[in-house]
Every structure is written in structure tokens, then in C-alpha cells.
């Protein structure tokens, strides 16, 4: 029902900047959008999210140096990672939000590892 493909994942040196993409497939109405990430050794957590309705919520963590956008015409959405840090190495999954019989319903891409140079 949802497919989630997501790339752009690299190596990238401190300070620099990645752009990480997903491209979503769905056959309902996808109600939110959003990027989380998980390191090693640690929970995954939410990095940013994009609603239907526009609203957009970062992590604290990256508020200011993240920005997710979405292209409806492409069926995609991006996460711009500007200012990157070490602790921004994980593996960052797409993740959509549909609900189905007033159901919420998560699900998740494959990941795109980002790993970050000191």
C-alpha cells in the first residue's frame, strides 16, 4: 500500500551538506511525511516532519541546519542537512503516516546511511 525509496545517503565532512530524498507510493492520502534517523547503539528518533496541511516539526537537534521540503508533483520529499555534525551519522529512513479506517498507520523506507567526517 505505501513504498518508501529512499537515496542521496554519503560521506560528507563536517560542516558540509547532504540532501537526502524519498520517493513515496501510496494508494491513500498520505497525512504526514518525515525523516528519522538511528545510530548506533541508540533509538531511532525523529528528525523532521512535513503534515498534509504544511506544518513542519523538527528535532530540536537540528532545528536552524535541517530543512524537509516536498515536491507533490514528483512525489517526493527531501531533507536539505546543511551544517552537518558527527552526531548526525545514522541511517535515515522516509517515513509516511497514512490513516486507513481511522487508523493511524506508520511505515518506513530501507534507509540511506549518512555518515559525518570530524
Known amino acids: 500500500q505505501v513504498q518508501l525509496v529512499e537515496s542521496g545517503g554519503g560521506l560528507v565532512q563536517a560542516g558540509g551538506s547532504l540532501r537526502v530524498s524519498c520517493a513515496a507510493s501510496?494508494?491513500?492520502?498520505?497525512?504526514?511525511m518525515g525523516w528519522y534517523r538511528q545510530a548506533p547503539g541508540k533509538q531511532r528518533e525523529l528528525v523532521a516532519a512535513?503534515?498534509?496541511?504544511?506544518?513542519?516539526n523538527y528535532a530540536d537537534s537540528v532545528k536552524g541546519r535541517f530543512t524537509i521540503s516536498r515536491d507533490n508533483a514528483k512525489n517526493m520529499v527531501y531533507l536539505q542537512m546543511n551544517s552537518l555534525q558527527p552526531e548526525d551519522t545514522a541511517v535515515y529512513y522516509c517515513?509516511?503516516?497514512?490513516?486507513?479506517?481511522?487508523?493511524?498507520?506508520?511505515?518506513w523506507g530501507q534507509g540511506t546511511q549518512v555518515t559525518v567526517s570530524s
Open positions: 512535513v503534515s498534509n496541511d504544511g506544518s513542519t
Open positions: 517515513s509516511a503516516r497514512v490513516r486507513r479506517n481511522y487508523v493511524n498507520y506508520d511505515y
Open positions: 501510496s494508494s491513500i492520502s498520505i497525512k504526514t
